[in-house]
């Protein structure tokens, strides 16, 4: 059975949620992609940020 790593869960997560809201927010294809690319990386760069500073805080 498959199980997903913490990291790869994050990704998935990433990638509906940025694609819904590069859908929903934006109105031409070119800028939905640019806005689902935009908080993909917002996405996975605060989660990246966020797991060093637990990670500094738990030692």
């Not at 790869?8 to 294809?29: K, Y």
Request: charge should be positive; proline fraction near 3%; aromatic fraction near 20%.
């Amino acid at each position: 059975m498959f199980t997903p790593s913490h990291f790869l869960a994050v990704l998935l997560f990433a990638l509906c949620a940025s694609t819904v809201f590069g859908i929903t927010q934006r109105d031409t294809p070119v800028k939905m992609f640019r806005y689902g690319a935009y908080c993909f990386i917002l996405f996975v760069g605060s989660a990246v940020a966020i797991s060093w500073v637990m990670f500094f805080i738990a030692r």
